[in-house]
């Protein structure tokens, strides 16, 4: 029931900043965790991180922490990907999702709920 619309992309160059929004709409957001996840041409669906709904516990992969940061506003419905020294590696459509699972989850097949996406291009 509950629809997950990400915004907040677009082009920035190498070492720059974005960030990213992912907005709850139609129900309160109900689900335990929301992860982001980023897809590459000619590449899977890969884990960015994650953030409890309850908590605002954080989980991070290897490749971005440090440099990226999530953070959530639970009166709004909305969560936030602040990406930060941005590498060309970082270009990808880049996804939010819920999951019901208790523990924080990596794996995309533990989030039932996606979004549509949004393109992150980062050139130089």
């Known amino acids: 029931q509950v629809q997950l619309v990400e915004s907040g992309g677009g082009l920035v160059q190498a070492g720059g900043s974005l960030r990213l929004s992912c907005a709850a709409s139609?129900?309160?957001?109900?689900?335990?965790?929301l992860g982001w996840f980023r897809q590459a041409p000619g590449k899977e669906r890969e884990f960015v991180g994650t953030?409890?709904?309850?908590?605002?516990?954080?989980y991070y992969a290897e490749s971005v922490k440090g440099r990226f940061t999530i953070s959530r506003d639970n009166t709004k419905n909305t969560v936030y990907l602040q990406m930060n020294n941005l590498k060309l590696e970082d270009t990808a459509v880049y996804y939010c999702?819920?999951?019901?699972?208790?523990?924080?989850?990596?794996?995309?097949?533990?989030?039932?709920?996606w979004g549509q996406g949004t393109q992150v291009t980062v050139s130089s």
């Open positions: 139609g129900r309160t957001f109900s689900g335990y965790a």
């Open positions: 999702a819920t999951t019901p699972r208790v523990g924080v989850s990596k794996s995309d097949r533990d989030y039932p709920n």
């Open positions: 953030v409890t709904w309850y908590s605002g516990f954080t």
